[in-house]
């Protein structure tokens, strides 16, 4: 009962959000953000870890900057959430308004190869996927929310351009090698850590961080090409470019190992695009803490630990 009622509370905000201006959104974001800062310590604690491995020749003000800046992005993401899904088609196409390297995915399709698109989460995923499906048959890998009520919202908000969404499972696997075998395109999050087992430890920013195996098993079985795919956000909400960047050729290997490190590599080639309009607030090395519990001193040195 409370769980429906939350849901429906959320989908009402999100189409409130809907019909406003991205401008609106993102001066709305930067109050959140400020309180965010304030009050939330695990997002600030996490965003400052993580952003001590990736940058850390940074000072304390230039960390600062860095966490306050990237949670104005995120929160503008969570409030754009309504716009991407349930505002009008044209208004959202029409917030694209640089697209850069779209001749990776189409000489790609002229050469009848799939195209495997890696999206961290960088900027708003969401107006990547409603971009990608609007041009290409799009199928990709879909987990319901925990709030089961929101399922039929989140659902067509990403289908409605035409993306096939299919299940985080071996069904899901074999539905994304057909799609390839038809040299369509597939999107797969590269900067999640998978579960024990789907995975090995790769560098990412210079620290071991459990990377998903998903991918060189779709290249062997398909000769699909690879690439990374993000929707930048533009200043002052001004709208989003959408940049498709060679991958690292590394993630062709065979080696899972090898094909990992270059995995990683595009990730972290898309957030120098710029790296605040990536979500630091994530525990990236958290299964690379699980894996070091037995290790002498591991408490002493450990990245999340509360201060």
């Given at each position: 009962?409370?769980?429906?009622?939350?849901?429906?509370?959320?989908?009402?905000?999100?189409?409130?959000?809907?019909?406003?201006?991205?401008?609106?959104?993102?001066?709305?974001?930067?109050?959140?953000?400020?309180?965010?800062?304030?009050?939330?310590?695990?997002?600030?604690?996490?965003?400052?870890?993580?952003?001590?491995?990736?940058?850390?020749?940074?000072?304390?003000?230039?960390?600062r900057s860095r966490i306050q800046a990237s949670l104005r992005h995120s929160a503008a993401t969570m409030l754009e959430l309504g716009f991407a899904?349930?505002?009008?088609?044209?208004?959202?196409?029409?917030?694209?308004?640089e697209v850069h390297g779209r001749e990776l995915l189409d000489e790609a399709r002229a050469e009848d190869r799939g195209v495997i698109v890696l999206a961290p989460h960088f900027g708003n995923w969401e107006v990547l996927?409603?971009?990608?499906?609007?041009?290409?048959?799009f199928t990709a890998m879909y987990e319901p929310p925990k709030m089961a009520d929101l399922d039929p919202v989140i659902r067509h908000g990403?289908?409605?351009?035409?993306?096939?969404?299919?299940p985080t499972n071996p069904r899901g696997v074999a539905a994304l090698l057909k799609a390839l075998?038809?040299?369509?395109?597939?999107?797969?999050?590269?900067?999640q850590e998978p579960d024990w087992g789907s995975g090995v430890f790769a560098d990412f920013f210079g620290r071991p961080a459990y990377t998903a195996t998903l991918l060189p098993k779709l290249v062997a079985r398909t000769q699909a090409r690879v690439?990374?795919?993000?929707?930048?956000?533009?200043?002052?909400g001004r709208g989003f470019a959408i940049h498709f960047l060679a991958a690292d050729e590394r993630v062709y290997d065979t080696d899972e190992?090898?094909?990992?490190?270059?995995?990683?590599?595009?990730?972290?080639?898309?957030?120098?695009?710029?790296?605040?309009?990536?979500?630091?607030e994530y525990k990236r090395w958290k299964k690379t803490e699980q894996?070091?519990?037995?290790?002498?001193?591991?408490r002493k040195h450990r990245l999340y630990s509360k201060r």
């Open positions: 009962m409370i769980e429906g009622l939350q849901a429906r509370a959320i989908h009402l905000l999100w189409r409130l959000l809907s019909h406003c201006r991205l401008k609106t959104m993102w001066s709305l974001a930067g109050v959140a953000a400020r309180v965010l800062y304030a009050v939330s310590r695990r997002e600030r604690h996490v965003s400052r870890r993580n952003l001590e491995v990736a940058y850390p020749g940074d000072n304390g003000e230039q960390r899904w349930i505002a009008a088609p044209r208004r959202v196409d029409a917030s694209i308004v996927n409603f971009w990608l499906s609007s041009h290409f048959p990403r289908e409605r351009m035409g993306a096939e969404l299919v075998k038809r040299a369509e395109a597939v999107g797969i999050l590269p900067d690439v990374t795919g993000v929707a930048r956000r533009l200043p002052e190992k090898v094909s990992a490190l270059g995995v990683n590599a595009c990730v972290e080639s898309a957030i120098a695009l710029d790296p605040v309009q990536y979500q630091w894996e070091q519990q037995l290790v002498p001193g591991y």
